[in-house]
């Protein structure tokens, strides 16, 4: 691989605005994919991959480089080398480069490499939560899991198109995807394109959601006419998928705290032909009393520590502490107690999160089940979801029951 300079200097001003300025990695490669026009697709990717590899591994590389916060220019272009020997990657006759020990960063690699928490490159805090959370191996092979490259995963909008229809539109525009087992809506996209560009896509024919998160709506066990609620609906990605298990019929309301968000969603709604979708903002505690015992089916994605979506948020490695995973478990239950309230008898809830940690998990839904709030449901079912053991993102969620 040859390579150019503006394209190694676009990663590096990337880095600096990740880890220097806390900017959120995928805000930040939008940002510098806009600075030159003439870059193709080929140019458009490595940018992006680069950056999202050097974001990966920060600690390890740092570790070999032997730089820390704040990185400067030459810092970052010194963890650039280290990436391009790991990579076989020949060195550029550049100043910025002049003298990369490429010999000593092979032999630091492979000695760092012995120890889980530079091999995997996370905090020790996490390494620590994580093992002490889900035992040795499990933990062990669930972050090395998490440290794969997230697929493209697809989702069909069964309102619109059935899935094989779906895929031979995608292969007319030259993407080629294919089933997943078990996944009855999704297609993987055999290698990585751009698809929001896809007539497909403007069409409303799919959303990109990963394989784990296609498991929730199913989950719920909706039918068409029902009132469902999707109570922490964020921009929408499993409301609209119980819009289309819903087959357009009956009542969903999108709640959320935030606005902004319910604005994507009915954005993402009017594409997918979702016209069953009513959104309200939770300004008040008023939202929610005025829905008590009034849900046929309550959907509860609760805001989590996201350990289960590494692998596709690999800055969140930096940008979590330990006292968020601490707070918002507190934020979980809150949920749990209050939201509640609003399935009526013989209703059903799912309580969902993208962590893998049992205390943000099955932990919640027991301590629930134990409360005042709690008595008046039974547990049904849970599933645990590991990226170690499907290649998809860490999940889990829980089925309740209101009692009669």
Known sequence: ????????????????????????????????????????????????????????WKRLYSEIAEVHDPYSKTHLFRLFGVWCVLRGIRIPDWKQLEGTPERRIKGRFDELSKIRKYRESIPDWMDELGEKSLGNELWTKEIAAQNQQADVILRTNTLKVPKTQLRAFLAKEDIAAEPIEGYPDALKLVERKNVFVTQAFKDGLFEVQDASSQLVAPFLEVEPGQRVIDACAGAGGKTLHLASQMQNKGQLIALDIYESKLKKLKKRARRNGVHNVETRVIDSTKVIKKLHNSADRLLLDAPCSGLGVIKRNPDSKWKLEPEFVDRIMGVQQDILQNYSKMVKKGGQMVYATCSILPQENSEQVKKFLESENGKDFEFVKERNVFASETGFDGFYMALLKKKS
Not at 7 to 31: C, Q, T
Not at 43 to 56: H, K, L, N, S
């Open 1 to 56: 691989m040859r390579l150019h300079r503006n394209l190694v200097f676009a990663v590096i001003d990337a880095l600096h605005m990740i880890f220097n300025e806390g900017e959120y990695a995928d805000k930040v490669i939008e940002k510098v994919l806009r600075y030159d026009k003439r870059w193709g697709a080929r140019d458009r990717g490595f940018i992006a991959e680069t950056t999202y590899d050097i974001v990966r």
